[in-house]
């Protein structure tokens, strides 16, 4: 009887121990989680927290590989960037994504990489609305151009992928082809490797496209889908408060050119 206690002791210790002794890795990933999860449901996170939470990840990266260092820098900048659009303060926005773009061009210069391509192009997507009309003439198209190119490096990557589909998703309508978006959405679900914000993304672009095709009761059902994730979403929450019947379609497209892919 004694014996097992001392085992159970020792087995509880054991837990324990291994809660609270997480690798710098883990302890950066748990915290970067956070931190994106409290950005992406902004409706419901205040600017000290997001901040608070900022810091605390910053903090926790890894100096010592220049890489990584200068990469995962340039993901916090993009999320603090994304933050700010959110709740309206763009000239804070491009601040950060301009620091986020020079992280990534700094890992990029080291040694070229699919995620050091992809958190070059998801802030050059996100800046380009915010700049003048000379910036987002000569730099939007090279979203999906560095995209391919961390795809070149990495296939199964869905977020780079998922960047190339939104070219003809949310480009102005001479260029948009929704049917062909859709497609290629359901076959980044099918095959690619997505986490959270990757599935996310997809799901409220499939959300968007039929919602613009007026099939309102599909649309809901990937709104829904995108809810279970990050249900305090502002674009999301946008999309899901409109009344969907044809007497009372509103065209969203003005409100996506400004959030070209969130």
């Given at each position: 009887m004694k014996l097992q206690k001392f085992r159970l002791i020792i087995l509880l210790c054991f837990i324990l121990f291994s809660a609270t002794n997480l690798t710098a890795q883990e302890k950066f990933d748990e915290s970067?989680?956070?931190?994106?999860t409290a950005v992406y449901n902004s409706t419901k996170s205040t600017i000290n927290?997001?901040?608070s939470l900022y810091s605390k990840t910053v903090s926790l990266i890894d100096k010592k590989n220049l890489?990584?260092?200068y990469i995962k820098n340039s993901q916090c900048d993009y999320l603090m960037g994304m933050y700010h659009i959110d709740i309206l303060e763009n000239d804070?926005?491009?601040q950060y994504f301009e620091k986020s773009l020079d992280w990534a061009n700094k890992a990029i210069e080291i040694e070229?990489?699919?995620q050091g391509y992809l958190a070059y192009?998801?802030?050059l997507a996100q800046i380009c609305p915010l700049k003048p009309t000379s910036y987002l003439l000569a730099?939007?198209?090279?979203v999906p151009s560095i995209a391919k190119k961390a795809i070149k490096l990495d296939n199964r990557l869905g977020a780079a992928r998922y960047l190339v589909c939104c070219v003809i998703v949310y480009a102005p309508k001479p260029l948009k082809n929704l049917n062909k978006g859709e497609k290629r959405f359901k076959e980044i679900l099918k095959n690619d490797r997505l986490d959270e914000e990757d599935l996310f993304n997809v799901y409220k672009s499939l959300g968007y496209i039929y919602y613009q095709q007026k099939d309102f009761l599909e649309a809901d059902k990937w709104f829904d889908k995108a809810a279970k994730i990050y249900p305090h979403?502002?674009?999301l929450l946008s999309m899901q408060n409109r009344e969907y019947t044809k007497e009372s379609f509103v065209d969203v497209e003005p409100v996506i050119d400004t959030i070209l892919t969130e």
């Open positions: 970067y989680v956070e931190f994106r927290e997001i901040l890489i990584e260092n804070k926005a491009i070229p990489t699919a192009a998801e802030t730099n939007a198209l090279k979403n502002k674009f």
